[in-house]
């Protein structure tokens, strides 16, 4: 487990802190105990779960040292947690009179005391982790209440009325603290710790991604493969319609005919692409035969007008495959940016955001990872014999027409010498995702031919690999079968989007499914 995904709790002992460590855990975090004043210090991200009775509280953690650590902490605006005691504690060390601003409820009122129950919030300031509260219910208990006055009025950023207005929550920079208990409040309650925990992240996003190919007729279907080889399943304009009604958060197109001829001869594409755009509000990505191309007649079309079409056409981010690859190789072989490569000359133009470079890489077991010069990754799986090691091998599309119409025709069974008319070069995903990130691109596509259309997950180890090694955003692609497949791979990884095809295509698992496991697991999404 990264550091990142740890976060410190301060139990002191006090009381049940088991539903803050469950629900810690259940949103993919590990923890770590403090221990020592020192622990406190060295917290990346510090729970403070007040239980027990305040002076109690109080009493051990000046023994301890605590208090004095707890003090160094917030006041040099570490990202800081306190629930329920954990609000009141942060309120009695930072004023220097404590008493009057922490009191009893006064139960005179009519308003029974201990306040036990759900009570909805007045949020007063923007306090971030407090974003999918709105108007619903969260869990208190408790018998005292901190009040707002002109000197906290600064940190409050939500009240409660019980009787009276009391303060339920504050924040302060990275500090934050509640009144109420966000690992009793349900979903909402989990969104809060959420919220803390994975700060002004991107929101997860899911991709529904569209194979296409023309037909006999010319016009383009979706296809669907296993390992690249392809066959039909319905039509591009009403499948990416019916995905976005269904919350898909991005549309990709990769028409996989394209490269057989120049893309702008490939009318078909570019209307999918303005049909499409007249009522899907998200953003397209269409990719496939991304290139320099001159025609039978001689003339010449550099990428940068074949891209230029399908921004035209509607397309919001263009995806290179096998042209990238050949200018990463031409980069990493002379070191230097030429700025003439496809993907370089459309960043330029249109920005980094608008290009998307597409990696098709096959895992290759190794024995030792010094075996290759390329960077190679301890496998969760063996390999057939044993291997422990792999390298991802980039790949390249190969004489696509013929290929694709040896499969369309006679409809030839997965030929793994061909491999969807793909061919091996010498670099590896890694190098690769880091030159082309030189180079310009604005995020990367990662695929695996091994997992494509297999549905038993995506390659955890390419994903970790890539995404950790660049710090444009990353797509995890191949290999979706099931829900939980999502939720790994963002809770494992540091993928930003994950893209599927099959699953969505064949009705197995609908976009909604995946979106709503991805919120109950606490992964916050577009709904
Ligand atoms: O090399 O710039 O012309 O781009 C070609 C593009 O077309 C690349 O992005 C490449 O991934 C894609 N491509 C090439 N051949 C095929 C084929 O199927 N014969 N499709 C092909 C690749 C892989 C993903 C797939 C995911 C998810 N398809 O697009 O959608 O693996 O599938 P799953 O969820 O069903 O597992 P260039």
Redesign the pocket.
Known sequence: TSSDSVVTLLDYGAGNVRSVRNAIRHLGFGIKDVQTPEDILNANRLIFPGVGAFAAAMDVLNKTGMAEALCAYIEKDRPFLGICLGLQLLFQSSEENGPGVVGRFDSSNGFRVPQIGWNALQITKDSEILDDVGDHHVYFVHSYRAMPSDDNKEWVSSTCNYGDNFIASVRRGNVHAVQFHPEKSGDVGLSVLRRFLHPKTNIPKVIA?L?VRANDKGDLVVT??DQ?D?RNLGKPVELARQYYKEGADEISF?N?T??RDFPLGDLPMLQVLRLTSENVFVPLTV?????DFTDANGRHYSSLEVASEYFRSGADKI?????AVYAAEDYLKTGVKTGKSSLEQISRVYGNQAVVV?I?PRRVYITHPNDVEFKAVRVTDLGPNGEEYAWYQCT??ILCFIVTFLFVHTATQSDKAVN??REGRPIGAYELAKAVEDLGAGEI?L?CID????GKGFDMDLIKLISDAVSIPVIA????GAVEHFSDVFRKTNASAA?????FHRKEVPIQSVKEHLYKEGIEVRI
């Open positions: 991604c194979d669907k493969g690249y392809v990769l996989i394209g490269f990719g496939g035969g991304i290139r995806s290179i495959g096998s042209d597409s098709d390249v599309g969807g008319g596509l695929n997992c494509d259309g297999q692609s191949s290999g979706a893209l599927a095809a099959g699953i």
